[in-house]
């Protein structure tokens, strides 16, 4: 009995497997029985399945330049997106609060640093400063700082408490940290032009992006 149903079940699934041969052919060579079966159409079926294939192979062609071209595409777009990114960064980097800098030294109520003059408990830019000068009387030594336009400060440093050796040393510390801090802001003006020219060229060349879509 068990070798009876275990035929039945071979034929069953034979019959359907040919079923679904007989539908298949049927689907991919459409038209009559003859079309999908006759001999005499083999030929014909045969040059069906070569365009067939000739256009799958077209279409998988068509399919892998568009995935290389979106590729490219994306590539291009990233670049531009990098180095416009890379670029304001650094423009901003350049205008960030550099604040006080280093200390430099202090000297009565002056305090120098890098970047600043602390004179009174007031910032003052070194890059402000025009010039500085040492200058006495019978009792004090006096350090001036003049700014643009001929306004001055100054401060004083009595004889009983300070040397003169003191006060040159601080004159002689602001003065080279004027000059300094002058060219530092220099290159970093120089430097911002570079990165604002930069920047107007990599926006306004717009070829890469457009030749990326184009192809």
């Known amino acids: 009995m068990d070798a009876v149903w275990l035929i039945l079940g071979i034929v069953l699934v034979a019959g359907v497997a040919l079923g ?3 539908c298949w052919r049927l689907y991919r060579y459409p038209g009559s029985r003859e079309d999908a079966f006759g001999p005499a159409h083999e030929a014909e079926r045969q040059e069906l399945d070569q365009h067939r294939d000739a256009v799958r192979s077209l279409r998988s062609t068509a399919r892998q330049e568009l995935r290389a071209a979106r590729d490219r595409v994306a590539e291009v777009d990233q670049a531009y997106a990098r180095q416009i990114r890379e670029l304001e960064q650094a ?4 205008h960030e609060d550099v604040g ?3 200390h430099g030294g202090s000297l009565g109520a002056v305090s120098l640093y890098k970047h ?3 004179f ?3 910032d003052m830019p070194l890059k402000d400063l025009s010039s500085v000068e040492m200058k ?3 009792s004090h030594y006096y350090l001036y700082l003049i700014w643009p336009k001929g306004y ?3 401060e004083s440093f009595a004889f009983a408490e300070y040397t003169e050796q003191q006060v ?3 004159e002689a510390a602001i003065t080279n940290a004027v000059i300094s801090e002058k060219e530092t802001c220099a290159d970093r003006a120089a430097s911002i032009r570079t990165i604002e020219a930069k920047l107007a060229a990599a926006r306004a060349d717009t070829g890469p992006r457009q030749a990326a879509r184009q192809h």
Not at 91 to 94: A, D, N, T, V
């Open 20 to 22: 679904t041969r007989r």
């Open 152 to 154: 001055k400060d100054y």
């Open 168 to 170: 040159l040393d601080l």
């Open 136 to 138: 006495r009387d019978e």
């Open 120 to 122: 009174k408990e007031r």
């Open 116 to 118: 600043v003059l602390v």
């Open 91 to 94: 423009w901003q980097q350049e």
């Open 100 to 102: 006080r800098g280093e």
